[in-house]
């Protein structure tokens, strides 16, 4: 159980345009998912939190026009990055906690999202 | 000072031996403590989580809590090449705050 699917696991785009990224508790309901980025050899940092049905909650310094997030349903959450250009280029991770079952809170990443912008 | 501080190695060990992870926190608040291992290009895996004083096990991995002393740690037994990667400790505080994670330490175990 708890399993977080992220799609796509990769993705190339042109500077300037735009890449969603979806995440996706597979097996159980995640009213709270939060979105990370990593460069490498760098730990995550939290980008956003995300509550189904309300507004994303930033984290100091990243800007919320650019990296727009939607959570509109228990199971989904996206991340669009807008206009992108070469410094997104990162690993986007998306994370799940559950909050019902034997083991709430616990908090399950998906496998990332590999972005880079030429 | 950092919240979550963790060496950042990388901490070597041959395989078969133990392979001893620590971490300290500052906020004495702190409820929930985890574990992470993040293999290189993947995303963390959850292995392990305390939220009592003490010993908790599970196979080869048993973390540590000192709520007192503001640190936890995850000992690996039996350490096995495929357990080489980076470490992840993460502190949560009361309720439903996020997490907050150290920078990590890279475990290398050598066969």
């Known amino acids: 159980g708890a399993v977080v699917s992220q799609h796509p696991s990769r993705v190339i785009c042109k500077s300037g345009t735009s890449v969603k990224i979806e995440c996706r508790s597979l097996d159980f309901q995640a009213t709270t998912m939060f979105w990370y980025r990593q460069f490498p050899k760098q730990s995550l940092m939290l980008m956003a939190t995300s509550n189904e049905g309300s507004k994303a909650t930033y984290e100091q310094g990243v800007e919320k026009d650019k990296f727009l997030i939607n959570h509109a349903s228990l199971t989904l959450s996206t991340l669009t990055v807008t206009s992108a250009h070469p410094e997104d280029s990162s690993f986007y991770i998306c994370?799940?906690?559950?909050?019902?079952?034997?083991?709430?809170?616990?908090?399950?990443f998906g496998p990332g999202t590999r972005l880079t912008v030429t | 000072q950092k919240e979550v501080e963790q060496n950042s190695g990388p901490l070597s060990v041959p395989e078969g031996a133990i392979a001893s992870l620590n971490c300290t926190y500052s906020d004495r608040g702190s409820q929930s403590f985890f574990w992470y291992r993040q293999y290189s290009g993947k995303s963390p895996e959850l292995i392990m989580f305390?939220?009592?004083?003490g010993d908790k096990e599970d196979g080869r991995f048993t973390a540590q809590l000192n709520k007192a002393s503001q640190y936890v740690s995850l000992l690996i037994r039996d350490s096995q090449p495929s357990d080489s990667a980076t470490y992840l400790c993460a502190v949560r505080g009361v309720g439903f705050q996020k997490l907050v994670f150290g920078t990590g330490t890279r475990l290398l175990v050598s066969p």
């Open positions: 305390i939220y009592s004083n």
């Open positions: 994370s799940a906690r559950e909050t019902a079952g034997d083991r709430p809170y616990e908090q399950y």
